[in-house]
């Protein structure tokens, strides 16, 4: 069983440059959750998918963020215009639907605008 | 108030001895727990899950929760080095985004 992979791991980009991340949640997980950690900071909730339907979005995700889920299988985050306070370690989760919301991370893509 | 409230240590014990680690939350509606553990430049690893008041035990850590005290702990029996680690406190709320503390710093003296 392959876990959580994200891709790329290391990120870094020139502000006002658009970045894309990519993640694929364990196999025969339907939800997928996109997390942003910085440091000394838990991880703060982004967005999270069942299936391809997107469920849930956090009030502070500006419009400058999106997320995809196309076919209910891997998912993309994407940044546009990236600013400095974007720096951080962006993590993707994924759960089972039915289960007891047992999320288990990907090893995250470090992000670092300059 | 925090949603998630921790000590940020660090918190220093040493090899053998048990460390205690707790948090409180404040989502009275809260039905499960999470204890991560998060070592340096690394993601998070669930290492407990708890759902009911009462202990839980898995090998050398237990978890206890206590709902009517919006309390939940994470005891690690026999440390080793190897638990020096950020250890995150989480609880899925409403929805089914977890909330996390900042997380404790343990750091186990050889």
């Known amino acids: 069983d392959t876990g959580v992979s994200q891709d790329p791991r290391h990120k870094i980009t020139k502000r006002g440059q658009n970045v894309t991340f990519r993640c694929d949640p364990i196999s025969e997980h339907n939800r997928l959750y996109w997390y942003r950690q910085t440091l000394g900071q838990g991880p703060e909730f982004l967005t999270y998918?069942?299936?391809?339907?997107?469920?849930?979005k956090s009030r502070l995700l500006s419009d400058r963020f999106s997320a995809e889920r196309p076919k209910g299988s891997f998912s993309t985050l994407e940044i546009q215009r990236t600013e400095q306070g974007d720096s951080a370690m962006y993590l993707c989760?994924?759960?089972?639907?039915?289960?007891?919301?047992?999320?288990?991370f990907g090893p995250g893509t470090r992000l670092t605008v300059t | 108030q925090k949603e998630v409230e921790q000590n940020s240590g660090p918190l220093s014990v040493p090899e053998g001895a048990i460390a205690s680690l707790n948090c409180t939350y404040s989502?009275?509606?809260?039905?499960?727990f999470f204890w991560y553990r998060q070592y340096s430049g690394k993601s998070p690893e669930l290492i407990m899950s708890i759902y009911s008041n009462g202990d839980k035990e898995d090998g050398r850590f237990t978890a206890q929760l206590n709902k009517a005290s919006q309390y939940v702990s994470l005891l690690i029996r026999d440390s080793q080095p190897s638990d020096s680690a950020t250890y995150l406190c989480?609880?899925?709320?409403?929805?089914?985004?977890?909330?996390f503390g900042t997380g404790t710093l343990l750091a186990v003296q050889p």
């Open positions: 998918f069942q299936n391809e339907a997107q469920l849930e």
């Open positions: 989480a609880y899925g709320g409403a929805t089914n985004k977890l909330i």
């Open positions: 989502d009275r509606v809260s039905q499960s």
């Open positions: 989760a994924s759960s089972l639907a039915r289960g007891r919301n047992e999320q288990y």
